[in-house]
């Protein structure tokens, strides 16, 4: 079937500026996350959603992210006034439950200039 | 709060040779443990996992990694070395949340570059 899904694959943008970026999990799939991979780092964490409801947001770096996922399945990660430093990979994984195995997307790779 | 720190941000080691990915992670309560491999411009693809269950563990494409509580470690191993094998590798570990609910977040390590000689 149809893995995790990240659109777009690329964004650029100016600094200030505002930008969505998109996932579509797998199908059935009620647990999802996000996170963050800059360059030569590990990902980090940002935000878990179980249903539609942000589990654990703890690792949202500022108040200029936001993330939704109104009806459980496709999440928005919003992101207010970029800034340079918000330049990264940013991934999104899916589980079909809470304590199962979680599948990556390819990442959307995000750039300010 | 959990940890991983992986040994070596670069291996390099020719084909046909043992490959070995040390891994350490620093946890309070029994966690589950995580090998990803993310090939270039692909997104992370699961090798192998442990889960309390048995302490060696098998992954794909030849790959193995066993746990050892005595010494906080889930080193990554493969007796013979490919050229598909390099990749960049992650270790990645997630406990239970305070609920027993769920295993939520992975915590990664900062990754190893293998690179594979002919």
């Known amino acids: 079937g149809a893995g995790v899904s990240q659109t777009p694959s690329n964004k650029v943008t100016e600094k200030g500026k505002y930008v969505e970026l998109r996932c579509d999990p797998i199908s059935g799939h009620t647990a999802l996350y996000w996170y963050r991979q800059s360059l030569g780092q590990g990902p980090e964490f940002l935000i878990y959603?179980?249903?539609?409801?942000?589990?654990?947001d703890s690792g949202l770096p500022n108040d200029r992210f936001f993330a939704v996922r109104p009806e459980g399945s496709v999440s928005t990660l919003k992101i207010q006034r970029t800034e340079r430093g918000d330049s990264a990979v940013y991934l999104c994984a899916s589980s079909s439950t809470p304590t199962d195995t979680q599948y990556f997307g390819p990442g959307t790779r995000l750039t300010v200039l | 709060a959990q940890s991983v720190t992986q040994l070596g941000s670069h291996v390099s080691v020719s084909e046909g040779a043992l490959v070995l990915l040390r891994c350490n992670y620093s946890?309070?309560?029994?966690?589950?443990l995580f090998w990803y491999v993310q090939y270039p411009n692909q997104g992370l693809q699961l090798l192998l996992k442990?889960?309390?269950?048995?302490?060696l563990v098998k992954g794909i494409n030849g790959f193995e990694a066993e746990f050892k509580k005595s010494e906080t470690s889930f080193h990554l191993t493969k007796p013979s070395a490919h050229m598909s094998d390099a990749a960049e590798y992650f270790c990645?570990?997630?406990?239970?949340?305070?609920?027993?609910?769920?295993?939520?977040?992975?915590?990664f390590g900062q990754g190893t570059i293998l690179t594979v000689h002919p």
């Open positions: 946890s309070s309560v029994p966690p589950y």
């Open positions: 442990y889960t309390s269950a048995a302490t």
């Open positions: 990645a570990v997630s406990v239970l949340n305070a609920g027993g609910t769920s295993y939520g977040k992975l915590t």
């Open positions: 959603f179980q249903g539609t409801g942000a589990a654990d």
